[in-house]
């Protein structure tokens, strides 16, 4: 090729440079999406259900299983045993689940459970270790119990799309506190001190550090000025994300900022899946008598990002949540089937309102006519199960307040990581 030709064609491709790398996408953004919900009860109306459910467990949450699946990592409060072999049937107060429930939660996209919790000693000791090696089996991360103290208190880390996310778990309250030796079965308590030491330790690990803890006062929707302060501590050790579950009801979520890091504090994720409340009804109850069907499916992004002073850091750069009910048809009558089913309410709203245009459309079953009668008595549980999803999703809006406003609004750079 001559020199002029040479000149031509390095002054054309100067020229399309900008184009072409106009052209070139940049690369997505490197995240982990993370899915958390409350309290998995194993009451014994949930375990008839699942009994009598065709599906097993995965029916009694189908709605929240294309969630879990979607997400990088999806977490959940084990709120009983697992010792079918070395533990005694469950009784009020004193749970046992049975050997199809890890399995259960495995093939519904569960990945980690916090297995501190004031039932964790439900079952002694040897139901500690049953429960873990069932988990185990299943391909389940357990969190805040162990083997022994030293497993149970070693800080668990999965690496999900090349981040590195550490879990830590501890519970506030024992039922029954079994811990006595160290070589021995071991729940993980909630010791401040060396909790804020092993924050520090997960934050040189990791990428992102998930704290559970199993805490506060039952049935109240307000954390208490000691479970604030030490959220605050936690975060400012290196808490990215504080799980917190034991109340049975939800409690607000707040967002804490410590030199210019975003930390998303859940008080109480409330219920994932329970038999109380089971006699509550819109149309008959003060609408707190139905708050320990209410539950969140918290969903939280953190991603990795480069700062204009060349820093980079992980963050969370989104996070929300979807309310959750717990359908229960206690009372139904003598022979009824067992049904209880957790339900996205945003989804089971659409589906309710699709239904009723189409019974309150005349033209819509001309095929296959509907006795009017039968119609109308449709059209009526229709509109009392619609007016309970809305009222449930605007009590569950009220609780929960507004963090995620406050943290989606935008983000700064985390100055102190």
């Known amino acids: 090729m001559g020199l002029s030709r040479r000149v031509l064609l390095l002054a054309v491709l100067l020229a399309l440079g900008p184009v072409l790398a106009a052209e070139v996408p940049a690369p997505p953004p490197v995240t982990v999406r993370l899915v958390a919900v409350g309290d998995i009860m194993m009451h014994q109306d949930v375990k008839l259900a699942e009994t009598q459910d065709q599906g097993g467990f995965p029916d009694l949450w189908a709605d929240l299983v294309p969630l879990f699946k979607g997400a990088d990592l999806a977490f959940g409060n084990l709120e009983t045993p697992v010792a079918p072999t070395t533990g005694r049937p469950g009784k009020p107060f004193q749970f046992n689940a049975p050997a199809s429930l890890p399995p259960a939660l495995r093939a519904s996209g569960f990945t980690v459970l916090s297995t501190a919790n004031n039932h964790a000693f439900d079952q002694g000791r040897k139901g500690v270790a049953e429960t873990l090696d069932r988990l185990r089996q299943a391909d389940l991360l357990a969190i805040g119990s162990g083997e022994d103290r030293p497993r149970a208190e070693a800080t668990q880390i999965l690496e999900r799309n090349g981040l590195k996310v550490a879990f830590l778990g501890f519970t506030d309250i024992f039922n029954l506190d079994l811990d006595r030796k160290a070589t021995e079965p071991w729940v993980r308590p909630l010791d401040l001190g060396p909790a804020l030491a092993a924050v520090r330790e997960a934050r040189s690990k990791a990428d992102i550090v998930v704290v559970s803890i199993h805490w506060g006062n039952e049935y109240q929707h307000m954390p208490t000025k000691r479970q604030r302060d030490i959220a ?5 050790a290196g808490c990215d994300l504080l799980l917190g579950h034991h109340p049975h009801v939800l409690q607000p979520m707040e967002l804490l900022t410590v030199e210019g890091r975003r930390a998303l504090v859940a008080y109480s994720l409330g219920n994932f899946i329970s038999n109380q409340d089971r006699m509550y009804r819109a149309d008959l109850f003060p609408v707190a008598e139905g708050d320990s069907r209410d539950g969140a499916a918290l969903e939280v992004t953190f991603e990795r990002r480069r700062w204009p002073d060349g820093t980079e850091a992980v963050v969370i ?40 245009d189409r019974l309150e459309d005349p033209q819509a079953d001309a095929g296959t006519p509907v006795a009017p009668a039968v119609r109308k ?13 809305i009222l449930r999703r605007r009590r569950i809006a009220g609780i929960l307040g507004q963090a995620f406003e406050d943290l989606n609004a935008g983000g700064t750079s985390p100055a102190g990581r």
């Open 232 to 236: 605050r501590k936690l975060v400012e």
């Open 317 to 356: 750069s989104h996070a929300g949540y979807e309310p959750l009910w717990t359908e229960n048809n206690w009372g139904a009558g003598k022979g009824a089937p067992r049904r209880i089913r957790v339900i996205r309410v945003a989804a089971a709203e659409a589906r309710l309102r699709e239904e009723l």
């Open 377 to 389: 008595a449709a059209i009526l549980a229709d509109q009392e199960r619609l007016r309970t999803l």
